[in-house]
């Protein structure tokens, strides 16, 4: 055996894949990711909400810009509820829940859900 033989032969044993007793390894594959699921905050329509405060809740609660604002407060009048925006469940869930304390906190009966978004 020469001597470049015996060098490839100790390369071959440090690159080999078998554990110690013999069992070949197995390579561990990386878990796909995915994004979470997003879910779309929804307010919905009832005939004694001021718009005024509508509005306020989209400005306060969904930072929009007061223009923004009046065209989603105006899309929850006229077609019974309107998408405020898309977030994680959890974020969702908490502006819901927050937007409906608020209401309820001045005595309006406005009412804000999530729902999963699909698209």
Known sequence: MS????????????????????????????????????????????DY????????????????????????MLRVHTEGSAVCGIYTRDIAETRAEQVNQYAREHQHPLMCKTQKDNS
């Open 49 to 72: 909400t001021p718009m005024d405060f509508v509005v306020e809740i989209l400005e306060q609660f969904f930072r929009m810009s007061r223009e923004r604002a009046t065209q989603v």
């Open 3 to 46: 001597s470049f033989d015996w060098i490839r032969l100790s390369l071959d044993k440090d690159h080999q894949t078998e554990s110690d007793d013999g069992d070949a390894a197995v390579a561990t594959a990386k878990p796909k990711l995915q994004p979470p699921p997003m879910y779309k905050v929804i307010l919905i329509n009832d």
